[in-house]
Each structure stands twice: as structure tokens, then as C-alpha cells.
């Protein structure tokens, strides 16, 4: 059995577990206290949703087997600065709580850097990619893989099944990650003598609204209107971006391959739902498909399933190797408090996860190996990675 505690904007009642015991109440002494910084409303409160969901699900099988009680303490962020470092500094005032699980986002994990870097608390971030961020502070793990570990390996195969030549990239220049991931993918791009970018677009949202069609209209025009018309679309957004831009551009007529880090297999399912094979063609450059043949990945799709009644996301999949992580720097840690939690994370390498052999590196960030995958028929199909 383990606990999970309210603090301010709770909506978790909506993501439980079959099967699953989980208590409203207040901490025991002998509980291991975790906090968790996600939304679970506002434009980012669907995805923060799934990640719950696998959080819950990796606390229900491991912990037992662990031999440990742990409690969680969610806080929402709204998918905004001022909603993370709000609930950043409640956690950082609670006794006894040394990590916590969050942000999402590589503008809000920024945000909260000099947090980290002022106090003895850890945060273990389950999505956010933006590569320098976690040399940034001792304090801050990530589990996803950075822009510089995919972008290369994602582009070199992506091109050698594509063979473009002509391409445009678009991206949000609102957002740390987006941005970052551009100037990645430009400068790996211009490394390649055969490859010309001919345009080079940006677009913003205010700061939790979503992108609407209007944000990138004109840009999109000025893409689709090249001569020769480009092959590819190298686009860096946010999730909710995706789910907007690609059905317009399908209902413009295009017919460029959108190549996308981190596109989700929701993502795919939603930008479909709109607008029927807006998504098909797709490649993304990811971390997981649930058609992974690691034992253990095939052992989490089916209890996820048994639990939820459907595959889990690219989002449950995050919450729920980043908490196995947790688990284990505690099964390993002499001691719950924030020293001897963050050394056995940061000692953590070649461990076998869903996402495969997992290690930190010296900064706290991911190593494992990326994939790439295209979207045939409303799902992922993996290509064979290759480099250079």
C-alpha cells in the first residue's frame, strides 16, 4: 500500500489504479516521502496525467519489492514558471522530503535551477530535453534523452531513409527546448554538404494558451510556397504544438515529411483524430516504442494494460522509468536523506530499465540508446539506427 497526499490543485482522483490501494492521508513516520511537480491541468494537465499514471503504477510494483513505503505528495503546476517554482519552494519547505519528481518541460526545469542550486533537494525530471541543463546543478537528474544525444543519429538514418535535400525547420521560440533543438538540428544539418536549409521559421504562444492555426499560418505558407518545394519539415515544439500544426499542414496541402524529436505516439493518435493521415509519414527521433522487444518493456506494456485497459504513452512510459530509477537509488541508499539519495542516483549506470541499459552520466543526464521511428498506419515503426 502506499500514499498519496494532497497539497494544492489535486486532480488525481481521475487517474487511479485498478487494483490499486491508495490512501488520502498524512504521511507516517516510516513513509520514504516523494513530491511530485507536474500539472494536472492547463494545456500541459492531459500529458502531466499519463505520467501520474505511471508513477502510480511503478510504486505499486516496485516498492513492495523493495521492501519500502512510500508516500507521495503531488503539487500542479499548471504547466507554467510561476506554477513550478511555487510548487518547488512548498516541497523545499516540507521536513523529510529530499526529491522530487518534475518539471515537465525544459523552460520550467530551468526555472527552478537556482532552487535546486540554493537548497539540499533533488529533482528527477521525466521529460524535459534541453541538453545543459542538468550541468547546471548536482541537484537536477533527467531521464529523457538531451537534443545532442538523438538529434545526430536521428537525422544521419532519417536521411538515409528520406534522402532529403530541400528542407524548411520550424520551431517555438518560446520554449527552451524547441529552441535548443533547432540550433541542433541546423547545425547537424549544414554538416551535410547535399542538404540546403531554404527556410528557417519560428512561432510563439503566450505562455499556457495553445497554439492556434493563426500562430503559424503565414509561417507555414512561406514554407509550403519554396521552389523546389522543400522535402522535409525539421519541426521543434512542444506536444500541443504538434497536435495544431500538423493537421493545418496536411489541410495546406502538404506533402513534406515532418521529422519531429520526441513526437509522442499520443501525439499521433490526436493529430489523426483531427485530420485522418495528417500524422502518417511522420519520423520521430524518440526514446521508447511500445513494441520494444526488452523483456522488460514488454512486461510494462502488459500491466499497464491489464491496469488502464489500454497501451501506455510515451508520457506514462516517463513516469514510470523514472520512478523505477527512484526506487532503486532508494533500495540502494543507507540512508533516506537528500546526500546519500542523490549519490546512489548519480551512481546509477548500466541498469536495466524499460528503456534499456540505463546509466547517468558525470552531469545527471540520460544514456541509453535513441530511436527513430516513422508513423505507418497510426502507430510507430522503428527503422534501424544509423550513423553518420
Given at each position: 500500500m502506499y500514499r498519496f497526499l494532497f497539497s494544492v490543485f489535486f486532480l488525481i482522483v481521475s487517474v487511479g489504479l485498478s487494483?490499486?490501494?491508495?490512501m488520502e492521508t498524512s504521511p507516517e513516520d516510516?513513509?520514504?516521502?516523494?513530491?511530485?511537480?507536474?500539472?494536472q491541468t492547463g494545456i500541459g494537465g492531459v500529458i502531466g496525467q499519463s505520467v501520474t499514471s505511471g508513477i502510480h503504477l511503478a510504486i505499486q510494483e516496485l516498492e513492495t519489492l523493495s521492501n519500502l513505503n512510500i508516500a507521495l505528495a503531488f503539487i500542479d503546476t499548471r504547466a507554467t514558471v510561476m506554477g513550478t517554482e511555487d510548487a518547488y519552494r512548498q516541497f523545499i519547505g516540507m521536513e523529510n522530503l529530499p526529491v522530487i519528481i518534475g518539471p515537465l518541460t525544459s523552460t520550467n526545469t530551468e526555472a527552478i535551477i537556482p532552487m535546486l542550486n540554493e537548497n539540499d533537494i533533488i529533482s528527477l525530471g521525466p521529460t524535459s530535453s534541453k541538453q545543459g541543463l542538468s550541468a547546471q546543478s548536482e541537484n537536477l537528474f533527467r531521464l529523457s534523452l538531451?537534443?545532442?544525444?538523438?538529434?545526430?543519429?536521428?537525422?544521419?538514418t532519417s536521411k538515409a531513409n528520406l534522402d532529403f535535400k530541400n528542407v524548411a525547420t520550424l520551431y517555438n521560440s518560446g520554449d527552451a527546448f524547441s529552441i535548443a533543438s533547432n540550433e541542433s538540428i541546423v547545425d547537424e544539418l549544414q554538416a551535410y554538404n547535399d542538404i540546403t536549409v531554404v527556410v528557417q521559421a519560428s512561432y510563439s504562444a503566450q505562455?499556457?494558451?495553445?497554439?492556434?492555426?493563426?500562430?503559424?499560418?503565414s509561417q507555414l505558407d512561406n514554407i509550403l510556397s519554396t521552389t523546389p518545394p522543400v522535402d522535409a519539415i525539421f519541426l521543434s515544439g512542444l506536444s500541443p504544438d504538434h497536435d495544431v500544426i500538423l493537421p493545418y499542414a496536411y489541410r495546406k496541402g502538404n506533402s513534406a515529411s515532418f521529422v519531429i524529436p520526441l513526437?509522442?505516439?499520443?501525439?499521433?493518435?490526436?493529430?489523426?483524430?483531427?485530420?485522418?493521415?495528417?500524422?502518417?509519414?511522420?519520423?520521430t527521433f524518440s526514446i521508447w516504442l511500445s513494441s520494444s522487444p526488452n523483456s522488460?518493456?514488454?512486461t510494462f506494456?502488459?500491466?499497464?494494460?491489464?491496469?488502464?485497459?489500454?497501451?501506455?504513452?510515451?508520457?506514462?512510459?516517463?513516469?514510470?522509468?523514472?520512478t523505477s530509477l527512484l526506487?532503486?537509488?532508494?533500495?540502494?541508499?543507507?540512508?533516506?536523506?537528500y546526500n546519500s539519495v542523490r549519490n546512489s542516483l548519480a551512481d546509477i549506470r548500466d541498469f536495466p530499465t524499460i528503456l534499456g541499459s540505463f546509466s547517468f552520466d558525470h552531469h545527471g543526464d540520460a544514456v541509453y540508446d535513441p530511436v527513430v521511428a516513422v508513423v505507418r498506419n497510426n502507430d510507430f515503426s522503428a527503422w534501424p539506427a544509423m550513423s553518420k
Open positions: 487494483g490499486c490501494d491508495v516510516t513513509d520514504l516521502l516523494i513530491g511530485v511537480a507536474i500539472p538531451t537534443n545532442d544525444r538523438i538529434i545526430p543519429t536521428g537525422i544521419s505562455e499556457g494558451t495553445l497554439l492556434s492555426e493563426a500562430d503559424v499560418s513526437l509522442s505516439i499520443a501525439s499521433v493518435h490526436t493529430i489523426n483524430s483531427r485530420e485522418p493521415g495528417a500524422a502518417e509519414g511522420a519520423v522488460l518493456s514488454k506494456v502488459e500491466s499497464y494494460m491489464n491496469n488502464f485497459g489500454a497501451i501506455p504513452d510515451d508520457w506514462a512510459t516517463r513516469g514510470y522509468a523514472a526506487i532503486e537509488a532508494f533500495r540502494r541508499s543507507p540512508a533516506y536523506d
